[in-house]
């Protein structure tokens, strides 16, 4: 297998300052000393995965750069560049780009400007096709545009309860043809597009989806969520995956946990186009 490449944000400047999904509220700001050891506690793990993370320097009055998933889409060796819907997300777009061109990709933005995207929050691959979420953040317009940039076919899934806002909260790619879901996130034609297009999903309960259970960073065999999965890490285990939780409850108050803190460098475990890669 090749060395998996993950970039990161420190949670220096991470806090909870503004309100732009039902997870959030200035009520209940981050702890930094916590936020700071569990942030430390999944890099650990990703490293002890046989991981290389690559970082993106904290930016004061960024307080969500910590979520590099939104960053962009990477395929192959070019980045298609978020464009967020909240103007107090949109200074992070610069950061993503200087990074992402550092580490060697072409970086690419969307031909049209009134079109949101959220990167890898809203669009993942599942063996070589690209699941895309829209509504929320991402608009489906864009999804389209990002297919014919990258040549890839794309399949627009509608996003329909404001808790999980961004695809990478109800839906997790584990390999070519399995996944995770929380079906009540998606519209009845949506689950079926994933019923009929991915032959093994792992439905997720109520109680574990509030956990973040979907929102998991999957490296190899190994998938890593936020505590308080127990059922979700049992039929994980029966299906032949190695389950591991690390505390994630600080990034949970703006509406994140595992996969939201990381973005895949060098594609997904579950995508089959980084097998063409040199
Ligand atoms: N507070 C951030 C937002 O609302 C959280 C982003 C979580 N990221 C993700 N990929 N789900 O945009």
């Given at each position: 297998?090749?060395?998996?490449?993950?970039?990161?944000?420190?949670?220096?400047?991470?806090?909870?300052?503004?309100?732009?999904?039902?997870?959030?509220?200035?009520?209940?700001?981050?702890?930094p000393v916590l936020a700071m050891e569990q942030?430390?506690?999944?890099?650990?793990?990703?490293?002890?995965?046989?991981?290389?993370?690559?970082?993106?320097?904290?930016?004061?009055?960024?307080?969500?750069?910590?979520?590099?998933?939104?960053?962009?889409?990477?395929?192959?060796?070019?980045?298609?560049?978020?464009?967020?819907?909240?103007?107090?997300?949109?200074?992070?777009?610069?950061?993503?780009?200087?990074?992402?061109?550092?580490?060697?990709?072409?970086?690419?933005?969307?031909?049209?400007?009134?079109?949101?995207?959220?990167?890898?929050?809203?669009?993942?691959?599942?063996?070589?096709?690209?699941?895309?979420?829209?509504?929320?953040?991402?608009?489906?317009?864009?999804?389209?545009?990002?297919?014919?940039?990258?040549?890839?076919?794309?399949?627009?899934?509608?996003?329909?309860?404001?808790?999980?806002?961004?695809?990478?909260?109800?839906?997790?790619?584990?390999?070519?043809?399995?996944?995770?879901?929380?079906?009540?996130?998606?519209?009845?034609?949506?689950?079926?597009?994933?019923?009929?297009?991915?032959?093994?999903?792992?439905?997720?309960?109520?109680?574990?989806?509030?956990?973040?259970?979907?929102?998991?960073?999957?490296?190899?065999?190994?998938?890593?969520?936020?505590?308080?999965c127990p059922k979700l890490h049992a039929s994980?285990?029966?299906?032949?995956?190695?389950?591991?939780?690390?505390?994630?409850?600080?990034?949970?108050?703006?509406?994140g946990s595992a996969k939201c803190l990381t973005?895949?460098?060098?594609?997904?475990?579950?995508?089959?186009?980084?097998?063409?890669?040199?």
């Open positions: 297998m090749p060395q998996p490449h993950i970039l990161m944000c420190s949670p220096k400047h991470f806090d909870i300052v503004y309100e732009i999904n039902p997870w959030m509220s200035r009520q209940r700001r981050a702890n942030w430390r506690a999944l890099e650990q793990m990703l490293l002890e995965c046989g991981a290389k993370i690559s970082l993106v320097a904290p930016q004061p009055d960024l307080p969500d750069l910590v979520f590099t998933a939104n960053a962009a889409i990477v395929f192959q060796n070019t980045a298609v560049l978020a464009h967020f819907r909240h103007s107090q997300r949109q200074g992070e777009e610069q950061h993503f780009a200087a990074r992402l061109g550092e580490a060697g990709f072409q970086v690419q933005t969307l031909p049209r400007t009134d079109l949101f995207f959220e990167g890898a929050g809203d669009a993942l691959f599942c063996g070589d096709t690209l699941f895309a979420g829209y509504r929320m953040r991402s608009d489906a317009l864009a999804h389209q545009l990002i297919g014919e940039m990258l040549g890839v076919r794309v399949l627009p899934l509608e996003l329909i309860d404001p808790y999980y806002y961004h695809l990478d909260t109800c839906f997790c790619p584990l390999t070519p043809d399995a996944a995770l879901i929380y079906p009540p996130a998606f519209d009845t034609y949506g689950r079926r597009v994933l019923r009929e297009s991915i032959s093994q999903l792992i439905e997720v309960l109520p109680e574990e989806a509030r956990r973040f259970a979907c929102n998991a960073v999957v490296v190899g065999r190994t998938v890593i969520t936020n505590v308080g994980l285990r029966e299906s032949g995956f190695e389950p591991r939780e690390t505390p994630l409850e600080e990034f949970m108050k703006a509406g973005l895949r460098l060098d594609g997904e475990d579950a995508a089959n186009w980084k097998a063409g890669l040199s």
